[in-house]
């Protein structure tokens, strides 16, 4: 019997009992970038991280030998420990230098979280270029990332992200907005913290009534002005008066429904022109 031109493998089942599907292949698109410009993005990409181990191999390299006789030979060992006790101090209490170290790190790590998850989220173009990230900047909430969608994208692209983002960035929510002016320009607001979570806001409005008992409050302020006006029965309301050619005042009359009692069973309503209008009311 001539042997099968069946390929062998395809359907196979291994020994785990998966099946070895050959059909499905993704595939990634690179951008083709030469290596300057691949040396710039590295650099512009990693510039706090560079900028940081430049500042410590320059001090170390022109001033290390100082500061270390500095404080071997000039100074006592209890002033090196009081020096460093209240160096750490003044890093761990609130103040403006503690707040823009901690500000720029989160911002560094957004910058990078954000990058991760759209490259995870293959929000890339048909030349596999990812949005170009402006900048991270730092709010009272949190930080605000702007990206430059790449020709091919827009922020359609980011839509129902939020949570993803918020995820990958260690947040409590994300908000994408698009610019008013610019489509290619998308924000991206990182809410990390709630300024007012912490804080007893106390409103204005209660000065009045702040001191006193809540027995005293039991009527509700707000209410005593917004109930309605009393409703005037229609027989005491009189029509405005008209004058006329001569000066005289003429009063309308207005004609009034009349009942008349026929038995005790049943009354007859009648209408202005004397109809039984009985049926209708």
């Not at 001090?59 to 750490?88: C, E, K, R, S, Y």
């Not at 429904?257 to 209008?277: F, M, P, R």
Request: charged share 20%; aromatic share 6%; net charge positive.
């Amino acid at each position: 019997m001539p042997k099968s031109t069946r390929n062998r493998g395809t359907g196979r089942v291994g020994r785990r009992g998966r099946g070895t599907a050959l059909g499905a292949v993704e595939t990634i698109t690179r951008p083709s970038q030469t290596l300057p410009v691949i040396i710039a993005l590295c650099i512009w990409r990693w510039r706090w991280e560079l900028l940081t181990l430049a500042t410590i191999a320059y001090v170390t390299a022109a001033h290390g030998n100082q500061i270390v006789g500095f404080f071997t030979d000039t100074v006592p060992v209890w002033f090196t420990v009081v020096l460093i006790i209240l160096a750490a101090g003044w890093l761990l209490v609130d103040n403006p230098a503690r707040r823009f170290a901690r500000n720029r790190v989160w911002c560094v790590i957004t910058r990078h979280r954000v990058r991760a998850c759209l490259t995870e989220m293959r929000t890339r173009n048909w030349s596999g270029n990812l949005p170009f990230i402006i900048g991270c900047f730092a709010t009272k909430t949190g930080q605000v990332v702007w990206l430059w969608m790449r020709p091919g994208l827009s922020a359609e692209d980011l839509d129902n992200k939020s949570e993803t983002l918020a995820s990958a960035c260690w947040a409590r929510s994300a908000v994408i907005a698009r610019h008013k002016r610019n489509a290619a320009l998308v924000r991206i607001d990182i809410d990390r913290r709630d300024p007012l979570s912490k804080k007893h806001i106390v409103s204005p409005l209660l000065n009045d009534t702040s001191d006193m008992p809540e027995a005293a409050v039991a009527d509700d302020a707000v209410l005593a002005f917004i109930t309605p006006d009393p409703v005037l029965d229609e027989s005491t309301r009189q029509p405005p008066a008209k004058s006329g050619t001569s000066g005289e005042t003429r009063t309308k009359t207005t004609r009034t429904k009349t009942t008349a009692a026929v038995n005790d069973s049943q009354t007859v309503i009648l209408g202005a022109n004397g109809e039984d209008v009985s049926d209708y009311v």
